[in-house]
């Protein structure tokens, strides 16, 4: 009972933020994220982060917003005023390239000013954008006020293939 207690107390991430930042801080309230939503590259530009950004702002602007009818459309539009319009990309390192010395740590941050994502690389960002994906909540389009300082936690992504107690065609171990 206890722990029940003491783990309900503390503030949680919301449902989804998948894997569970290194560090959250809720700062309170919520952010509306305004119909056209886009991204801004306030640092390094490249391909691959103006492909993300593409990607992203499809995820975030779901196909359920472009379904709104004139009636309502016009009225998120009014609301839209107060929303947040755009998420500021900050990449400090020009380098694409991905191996074991890639720095992916990224800091977010969040609230009804201002949406910012800071990294050293262009993966880095992705996660934040991915971070920011998953905290909008549906259908309000709107996310909580925080602060998120991630990374990876291991310098590589590993899976196991239990071939002892498991058959699996060559075919499939090399897909994998």
Partial sequence: MMLAVAAA????????????????????????????????????????????????????????????NRSSAAASEAAAGAALHTCTVDVSLPSLSLDLETDESYTLDLDANKCTIAAKTVFGAMHGMESLAQLVQRPNFTAPGVRIDDGPRFPFRATMIDTARHYYPLGSILQQ
């Fill in 9 to 68: 107390s503390e503030p949680l991430p919301p449902p989804g933020l998948v894997p569970q930042p290194r560090s959250i801080t809720y700062s309170g309230g919520s952010v509306t994220l305004a119909p056209r939503f886009t991204f801004v590259s306030a640092g390094q530009s490249s391909a691959i982060l103006s492909a993300a950004f593409g990607r992203y702002v499809e995820l975030i602007n779901a196909p359920e917003r472009k379904l709104l």
